[in-house]
């Protein structure tokens, strides 16, 4: 699970993943579920939220990818009705193993890295 946190529009909301590929934003102020979205049909274990007013949601795990998605653009249901993205999800690959955490940077750049590696992935995209 990941806040958003700070001073921006998002600051009242958190993300959480699950072991179908989904993941789901929250309003902790109004207790509910705003977006529920199927990036994956993998287990997902680890999410950020881009602390800037992009709408950026990463989410990673055990298949070694690390999913990017616009939850502004996103077609998604709320609470246990769902939508699949894939078509405007964005997948990176790099990790030979179980992603077990990653952070915005800011817009551009996200920081992630594994279980049982040191090593850590610097990866650059252009607007989602």
Avoid: P
Wanted: aromatic share 10%.
């Amino acid at each position: 699970m990941c806040w958003a946190g700070g001073n921006n529009i998002y600051s009242d909301q958190i993300a959480a993943v699950n072991n179908k590929g989904n993941v789901y934003l929250y309003n902790t102020t109004k207790k509910t579920c705003l977006k529920n979205i199927n990036l994956t049909n993998s287990v997902l274990n680890t999410c950020a939220i881009e602390l800037n007013e992009n709408g950026l949601v990463a989410a990673a795990g055990y298949d070694g990818r690390i999913y990017l998605n616009n939850i502004n653009n996103a077609t998604a249901g709320t609470g246990d009705k769902k939508e699949n993205n894939d078509d405007q999800t964005l997948k990176f690959t790099g990790h030979q193993g179980v992603v077990s955490c990653i952070k915005f940077l800011n817009y551009n750049f996200m920081l992630s890295g594994m279980i049982h590696n040191i090593t850590k992935f610097i990866i650059y995209f252009s607007k989602l």
